[in-house]
């Protein structure tokens, strides 16, 4: 069966757009040509990135949204196809971090965060993918992590709810086959963003040394919201009739110093023969 390509206009609605990787997913879908509604909590910092985008000749809207709260996600769609279009392609990446030790976390913070995390993603999904199907067209992206492969100490309500997103997704995946509807899961590994740096010393250096004691923390690298951004972009841009299901993006590995200087050497030599060649 032959697939229609993508409409021309796509409109683009990013939860959690306030900072981190989904501010930077906005602005990488605006600057790409997507017209964006910005949606998150905090309305102010959304405004001020919808205006940044619109300066920069791009087309958004700041949209304001609670994940835990069903009636605001259902007003934020409608606020967002009101002002831009039909939704084309939907980023649920909404949420917070709460760190503790799995023995010392409360029923309650764990729930929370499966309720931000999880269902929040869930509500998006809920109140969008109708329109979706109808349209025979569409692509959701959930935002996991890649502590659904590799849980990090510290963090369990945290791996409970991105373990939870893969879950959900491969389920809506079989579901929606043959609908001309894609979803998927971009897990990003460690990334630099807001999410932990409320973190006091001494938690964060506990946290770390048993990541270390793991090796779950081979190097110091971390990955910048762009990169995850730029794998939504290739997610969503796939053309119709592929379907990229998951994306896991982890940060490189330094290059030592000794390496480098021996690569220069290399390169060097290289150039030198050029030029000896001309």
């Known amino acids: 069966m032959a697939f229609l390509p993508h409409p021309e206009r796509r409109p683009v609605l990013v939860a959690g757009a306030s900072?981190?990787?989904?501010?930077?997913?906005?602005?990488?879908?605006?600057?790409?040509?997507?017209?964006?509604?910005?949606?998150?909590?905090?309305?102010?910092?959304?405004?001020?990135?919808?205006?940044?985008?619109?300066?920069?000749?791009?087309?958004?809207?700041?949209?304001?949204?609670?994940?835990?709260?069903?009636?605001?996600?259902?007003?934020?769609?409608?606020?967002?196809?009101?002002?831009?279009?039909?939704?084309?392609?939907?980023?649920?990446?909404?949420?917070?971090?709460?760190?503790?030790?799995?023995?010392?976390?409360?029923?309650?913070?764990?729930?929370?965060?499966?309720n931000i995390h999880l269902t929040g993603a869930y509500r998006i999904y809920r109140a969008v993918i109708n329109g979706m199907i109808d349209r025979g067209r569409g692509d959701f992206v959930f935002i996991g992590s890649d502590v659904a492969l590799h849980p990090r100490p510290w963090?369990?309500?945290?791996?409970?709810?991105?373990?939870?997103?893969?879950?959900?997704?491969?389920?809506?995946?079989?579901?929606?086959?043959?609908?001309?509807?894609?979803?998927?899961?971009?897990?990003?590994?460690?990334?630099?963003?807001?999410?932990?740096?409320?973190l006091d010393q001494k938690t964060t250096e506990n946290m770390l040394n048993d990541w270390i004691k793991h090796g779950l923390a081979r190097h110091g690298n971390f990955l910048s919201p762009e990169h995850i951004a730029q794998a939504v972009h290739a997610m969503v841009t796939m053309p119709r009739g592929a379907h990229m299901r998951a994306v896991e993006v982890e940060a490189e590995g330094a290059i030592s110093r000794d390496r480098i200087a021996k690569q220069d050497m290399t390169d060097q030599r290289q150039s030198d023969t050029n030029e000896e060649t001309d």
């Open 155 to 198: 963090s369990s309500a945290y791996v409970a709810a991105k373990s939870g997103i893969d879950g959900l997704v491969a389920t809506i995946q079989l579901e929606l086959e043959g609908t001309g509807v894609r979803a998927g899961v971009v897990r990003p590994g460690q990334t630099l963003t807001g999410m932990g740096m409320n």
């Open 19 to 114: 900072s981190g990787i989904g501010a930077a997913t906005a602005e990488y879908l605006a600057a790409a040509g997507h017209p964006v509604a910005l949606a998150a909590r905090r309305v102010a910092r959304l405004q001020e990135l919808a205006d940044k985008i619109v300066a920069g000749g791009g087309e958004a809207v700041a949209v304001p949204l609670d994940v835990t709260d069903e009636q605001s996600v259902i007003d934020c769609v409608a606020k967002a196809q009101a002002a831009l279009g039909d939704l084309e392609i939907v980023v649920a990446g909404a949420g917070d971090l709460a760190v503790g030790l799995s023995y010392e976390t409360g029923t309650e913070l764990f729930a929370d965060q499966i």
